[in-house]
C-alpha cells in the first residue's frame, strides 16, 4: 500500500489549495483514510480523517475551513483547504490505517504513510 500526495504549492493568505492522496495496493479492509501535517519544529498532527462508514473528524484549527473527502472507486482521497492562513504552512501527509483506531487522527497509530506534500501559505 502506498499512497502518493499531490496538489501542494505556495498561495497568499486567504486562497485556496486542493490536496490530492493516490493509494495504490489498495488494502482489502481499511479502517480510514487521513491528512495530517507537520510544520517545521513541531509535531506531526491530525487534520483530517474519513473511515470506512464515511464519518469525518477536523482538527478544531481547521473546521469550516477544510473538507475531506473520498472516492473509493478510484482509490483517491482530497483534501480541500479554502481560508488558508500562514500557520497552515507545512508538509501534509496522506496516511491509511487498517485497523480500528482509538483516535483517527492520531498519527501513531497510522499504518500506511505518503511522502507528503508542500504547503506554504504566505501572509
Known amino acids: 500500500v502506498q499512497p502518493v500526495e499531490s496538489g501542494g504549492g505556495s498561495v497568499q493568505s486567504g486562497g485556496s489549495l486542493r490536496l490530492s492522496c493516490a493509494v495504490s495496493?489498495?488494502?482489502?479492509?481499511?479502517?480510514?483514510m487521513g491528512w495530517f501535517r507537520e510544520a517545521p519544529g513541531k509535531k506531526r498532527e491530525g487534520v483530517a480523517s474519513?473511515?470506512?462508514?464515511?464519518?469525518?473528524e477536523y482538527a478544531e484549527s481547521v473546521k469550516g475551513r477544510f473538507t475531506i473527502s473520498e472516492d473509493i472507486a478510484k482509490n483517491m482521497l482530497y483534501l480541500q483547504m479554502n481560508n488558508l492562513k500562514a500557520e497552515d504552512t507545512a508538509m501534509y501527509y496522506c496516511?491509511?490505517?487498517?485497523?480500528?483506531?482509538?483516535?483517527?487522527?492520531?498519527?501513531?497509530?497510522?499504518?500506511?504513510w505518503g511522502t507528503g506534500t508542500l504547503v506554504n501559505v504566505s501572509s
Open positions: 474519513i473511515d470506512s462508514d464515511g464519518s469525518v
Open positions: 495496493g489498495y488494502p482489502y479492509s481499511t479502517y480510514s
Open positions: 496516511a491509511v490505517a487498517v485497523s480500528p483506531l482509538v483516535d483517527p487522527l492520531g498519527p501513531e497509530d497510522q499504518d500506511y
